[in-house]
């Protein structure tokens, strides 16, 4: 079935780059998005990309998608210590069910 | 509401004891999901409503879980029986379609002693 996994976690100082990496299974996604999860708060759509595309970027995050390695990452520029939360990758193949990975553990260190 | 809204957001009951939890969508939002996250997991897909009817019901574990879309507004999960496996974290979707951005509310946990 349909697997997205995910490193656990990542640390970083703040100002420098954080770039979270996964890697899914299903090869009819047709969307891939990435989740953020602060403690005690719901997820919250970040951004997503289409398959179709390389590359997106939206201010500080840049998502990158290499569809024939089933590889996805975000990379958040000059990380601050609010970006610390839980990053979910989850993928869709445009209908109702979404596989989410594990989670990335981002912590900013100031 | 402006958001999804989940009640209750914390609930502690026995093992054995029936469990009721709410979700309230955002208006207009046609779709609504069940997903439930354990501890260090990430969300794990039960349920889609599409209007008042389960479109989808093939995530939920077993036949002790259930869920109602009424009016094709507020949902409510029902957890029968209640066991300890059972305690998690159980987020509310919603969106306008059965495909795109989901808006997630808050959750509620539960916790089965």
């Known amino acids: 079935g349909e697997d997205v996994e995910q490193s656990l976690f990542l640390s970083v100082r703040e100002g420098d780059s954080s770039v979270i990496n996964c890697t899914y299974t299903?090869?009819?996604?047709?969307?891939l998005y990435w989740y953020k999860q602060e403690p005690g708060a719901g997820l919250q759509l970040l951004t997503y990309i289409f398959s179709n595309m390389d590359m997106k970027q939206d201010q500080r995050l840049t998502v990158l998608l290499n569809k024939k390695d089933k590889h996805l990452s975000l990379r958040i520029a000059d990380t601050q210590t609010g970006d610390s939360a839980i990053y979910f990758c989850?993928?869709?193949?445009?209908?109702?069910?979404?596989?989410f990975g594990t989670g990335t553990r981002l912590k900013v260190l100031a | 509401g402006a958001g999804v809204s989940q009640t209750p957001s914390n609930k502690v009951t026995e093992k054995g004891k029936y469990v009721e939890l709410r979700c309230d969508p955002i208006s207009g939002h046609t779709a609504l999901y069940w997903y439930r996250q354990s501890l260090g997991q990430g969300p794990e897909f039960l349920i889609y409503f599409q209007g008042t009817g389960a479109a989808d019901d093939s995530g939920l574990p077993n036949d002790r879980f259930f869920a109602v879309r009424p009016e094709g507004s507020v949902s409510t999960l029902k957890i029968q029986r209640t066991e300890r496996g059972d305690s998690a974290v159980y987020l509310c979707?919603?969106?306008?379609?059965?495909?795109?951005?989901?808006?997630f509310g808050e959750g509620s946990r539960l916790t089965v002693l």
């Open positions: 979707a919603s969106s306008t379609r059965g495909a795109g951005e989901l808006f």
């Open positions: 299903d090869s009819s996604s047709t969307y």
């Open positions: 989850a993928e869709g193949s445009g209908t109702y069910k979404y596989i």
